[in-house]
Antibody
């Protein structure tokens, strides 16, 4: 069974940093592209970033480029999102999702709150 | 960057057919995916590549895509179908390829 479990969310002050993790199991992690998608409270889904299976291709939304860094460790079956210079508008539930193009599997999300 | 436009809400009576549209410039040339999200839950892929269904998704869910509009069709709507629905494309020509529509709230009357 495919499982994606996010962790690392919490309360952080504006300008602060946070590192999210996504632990994957139930599939060959190194064979799949992975993604981060976020959802602000009461709002729609927003694609944040994607990374190919071997980390050769990395993409970011304009809203996070230069502040967020996506990475993965295929040996540890883990996906990461390093978030720096956080802003109030980054407050959201962050989901990791598997697959290229269509996101077939999702974790349950981790809440990031940016507030003073 | 590419923009997808969805109606904020659609209402339908039980047993009827719901159609949720997703507009985009020449969207017919792209593969469109649809997600269902119920309150407090993660999204679930219900249609991918315009009209294919993942395993476990009822045949009542179908999709089409042509011109500037993609459509998710839910036949014989049930109360349990009430949810937010999002369309999404992977715009491979862009540096920011992941694009979601704004979402449509489906209300079952």
């Amino acid at each position: 069974e495919v499982q994606l479990v996010e962790s690392g969310g919490g309360l952080v002050k504006p300008g602060g940093s946070l590192r999210l993790s996504c632990a994957a199991s139930g599939f060959t992690f190194s064979s799949y592209s992975m993604n981060w998608v976020r959802q602000a409270p009461g709002k729609g889904l927003e694609w944040v970033s994607s990374i190919s299976s071997s980390s050769s291709y990395i993409y970011y939304a304009d809203s996070v480029k230069g502040r967020f860094t996506i990475s993965r460790d295929n040996a540890k079956n883990s996906l990461y999102l390093q978030m720096n210079s956080l802003r109030a508008e980054d407050t959201a539930v962050y989901y990791c999702a598997r697959d290229h193009s269509a996101f077939g599997y999702w974790g349950q999300g981790t809440l990031v709150t940016v507030s003073s | 960057s590419y923009v997808l436009t969805q109606p904020p809400s659609v209402s339908v009576a039980p047993g009827q057919t719901a159609r949720i549209t997703c507009g985009g410039n020449n969207i017919g040339s792209k593969s469109v995916h649809w997600y269902q999200q119920k309150p407090g839950q993660a999204p679930v892929l219900v249609v991918y590549d315009d009209s294919d269904r993942p395993s476990g998704i009822p045949e009542r869910f179908s999709g089409s895509n042509s011109g500037n509009t993609a459509t998710l069709t839910i036949s014989r709507v049930e109360a349990g179908d009430e949810a937010d629905y999002y369309c999404q494309v992977w715009d491979s020509s862009s540096d920011h390829p992941g694009v979601f529509g704004g979402g449509t709230k489906l209300t079952v009357l």
